[in-house]
DNA sequence: GTGGTATATCTGGGATCCGAAATGCGACCA
DNA sequence: TGGTCGCATTTCGGATCCCAGATATACCAC
């Protein structure tokens, strides 16, 4: 191992799973092996099992006494309510963050937002399919960017773990969805609230600030809907075989 | 072991520690030792550890590989944060709890209700110190059953369980509280608030309701706050010698 | 042929063992 | 006398072993 700074084969292994997990490599219901799980990373199942544990205290695995984990599936209801909980964290997030925002970050927060409409823009010009697709990844993680900005302004460690962790309910999917032109008002509306956040976060206006982040992440489940929807409304396969994890 | 379900070792010492540390049995800091809780339950370090992996991924205890685990501390601002948190969580339950509350549920709801207002009636004609104390376990306990209708009317479980695990940082230190006649308004305050939410509740005025239930959280830190201030701004010590847990 | 039961096999939970990293203490040297 | 190096002890991370619970299968009775 090329290991430098600390840390236990268990957490490491826990990273790699959960990886797995939420970018939909592994599908949800799928039943983990300990064996198997403890071959494919040449260690023993005593790390393995620590970093199992780890992840069912996360909610991605749900532990069965005497009959395995498996990934947790989440359902619509669970879908939505995730959103609605991350609604209401980012609300305060950035209303906290319009507080207390510099101009350094805010030429920050524009350069991550202007990256993000970009890809957005490209995105919208590509026809669907693969060639969409291969984006996608590109437009989570810009996404992400722009949100991650603004819970470090805020400061609420707390605050962005836990909407950190709602957020890996489903960031996964969106990234094999095939896209479709009939959604692209929604990619557009999107950017454009990214744009409306930073203008209120500018004017230091937390009230307003507040209310489109919540309208925002609320709006984003209207997008992610239709993305599942498009893949037959239940989850996406994955392209390799499943139940194989790259170590 | 008269253990009827299904569960791991592994769970249960999870859950009994947990519980020490919630309740203040373990004083944050305290460095947790594998082998002696090992022999303190009867069982080999293998289960230990796996619970201690879920406590870490709580946030309960930090992992320092190869040096061991700590039971984690709370700064005011992380309490501070915590009580945000929560407001919010609260605000989405209760504006969610009034679109669908049944009149079963709101005489349900009246009597834990009427139940913490006796309690904390009580607690105000006792004198501070021990007799005050005694009592504190019972209005924790009334104060929580009152919110725990409210998240199951709401029928939101992602919200029930990082409410409660937001309000597992803080409900421990209250119990160990003394009391001091100066906060009697904020817990007849706080009586006051519960009644307001009720009655926002009985009328489906979920905006209201929304709003109550935050400001009654916000509120509630107050309250802590100055019960914290009692104690020397530090936190309440555990009556019995630390680092034992009882099996 | 079908249902039930017994048994074999598989997998996970827990115990024990081993190696490695870190701390503490003591001895030796400047 | 103070500081540093080294060894011993402690404690953790990981591997291996064993046992119990669960599932699958085969066999027998009806």
């Known amino acids: 191992m090329t290991q430098v700074l600390d840390s236990t084969k268990a957490d490491d292994i826990a990273l790699v799973i959960e ?23 040449n260690v023993s199942r005593t790390p393995i099992r620590e970093a199992l544990r780890r992840l069912a205290a996360l ?5 069965v006494p005497n009959r395995g984990v498996r990934v947790r599936t989440i359902s619509r209801e669970e879908l ?19 507080t207390k925002i510099t101009p350094d970050e805010l030429a920050e927060l524009e350069a991550v937002e202007q990256r993000f409409a970009q890809i957005s823009k490209d995105l919208r010009a590509r026809e669907p399919g693969d060639a969409r697709r291969s984006v996608m990844g590109d ?6 960017a722009f949100h991650d900005v603004i ?22 999917p969106a990234v094999w969805a095939p896209g479709d032109h009939s959604i692209d008002g929604l990619y557009a509306k999107n950017a454009e609230q990214h744009r409306a956040i930073r203008q ?36 996406p396969q994955p392209k390799r075989a499943p139940a194989k994890v790259s170590a």
């Open 80 to 98: 939505h309510e995730a959103f609605m909980v991350r609604a209401e964290l980012e609300a305060l997030a950035t209303e906290v963050a319009a």
């Open 59 to 63: 909610g991605l695995v749900s532990f």
């Open 151 to 172: 819970y470090r302004v805020a400061g609420l460690p707390l605050v962005e773990q836990l909407a950190k962790s709602s957020r890996r309910s489903f960031s996964g």
């Open 200 to 235: 209120a976060l500018a004017a230091g206006s937390s009230a307003g600030a507040r209310a489109l982040a919540r309208d925002h992440v609320l709006s984003s489940f209207v997008l992610l809907e239709t993305i599942l929807e498009q893949v037959g409304g239940s989850w």
């Open 139 to 144: 437009w989570v993680r810009a996404n992400h």
């Open 19 to 41: 990886e797995a997990i939420v970018s939909g490599e592994l599908e949800p219901g799928t039943v983990l092996r300990q064996e198997q799980l403890s071959e494919q990373f």
